[in-house]
T-cell receptor, first 116, second 111 residues
């Protein structure tokens, strides 16, 4: 059971380049999330998808787009990367509240992105 | 927007000592989560607190939740070096299916 899988694990981009971070979960979770982690700032929510077919903005959505491709997959796209987007990106998933009482998040291993 | 504040942000302590990490949040919620993160690694779930007065314990760590005070604590008893990590609390804004995280407490337990 792989849990939450993110690719790539490491990426270096030049300013203005685009890329997509991929995330897949095999736990039959309904909700999926993208966070970024920067030193001293905890995790900040970029976008989330409460269920297949829906996406919503989080705290820091500017410069990003997302696609909930199906129930398993949730991708994060940087259209024109900027140095301020250098960060560690985490994908996470969980059951919706109504399906599972604990509702805890399960995280992928992270994707370390550097924008030069 | 829900705010989650942890303190302290950094904690250096000797093995064998006790200490408490505090997590305050700004809006009504009856669900709070504690996670552990080792350097360069992902986040691992430690505790899930689902109601007012909930208390969970695992080894030297004990977490509690006071929803009326909007406060959770993570108490460390007789710290050991293996507990060195960053600890995050997170609140589930249930109505909007969002999770909000504190800034984390970096714990260093010195032998």
């Amino acid at each position: 059971n792989a849990g939450v899988t993110q690719t790539p694990k490491f990426q270096v981009l030049k300013t203005g380049q685009s890329m997509t971070l991929q995330c897949a979960q095999d736990m039959n979770h309904n909700s999926m999330y993208w966070y970024r982690q920067d030193p001293g700032m905890g995790l900040r929510l970029i976008y989330y998808s409460a269920s297949e077919g829906t996406t919503d903005k989080g705290e820091v959505p500017n410069g990003y787009n997302v696609s909930r491709l199906n129930k398993r997959e949730f991708s994060l796209r940087l259209e024109s990367a900027a140095p301020s987007q250098t960060s560690v990106y985490f994908c996470a998933s969980k059951y919706r509240y109504s399906r599972h009482p604990t509702g805890e998040l399960f995280f992928g291993e992270g994707s370390r992105l550097t924008v030069l | 927007e829900l705010k989650v504040e942890q303190n302290p942000l950094f904690l250096s302590m000797q093995e064998g000592k006790n200490y408490t990490i505090y997590c305050n949040y700004s809006t009504t919620s009856d669900r709070l989560y504690w996670y552990r993160q080792d350097p360069g690694k992902s986040l691992e779930s430690l505790f899930v607190l689902l109601s007012n007065g909930a208390v969970k314990q695992e080894g030297r760590l004990m977490a509690s939740l006071d929803t009326k005070a909007r406060l959770s604590t993570l108490h460390i008893t007789a710290a050991v070096h293996d507990l060195s990590a960053t600890y995050f609390c997170a609140v589930d804004d249930s109505g909007f299916n969002k999770f909000y995280f504190g800034s984390g407490t970096k714990l260093n337990v010195k032998p």
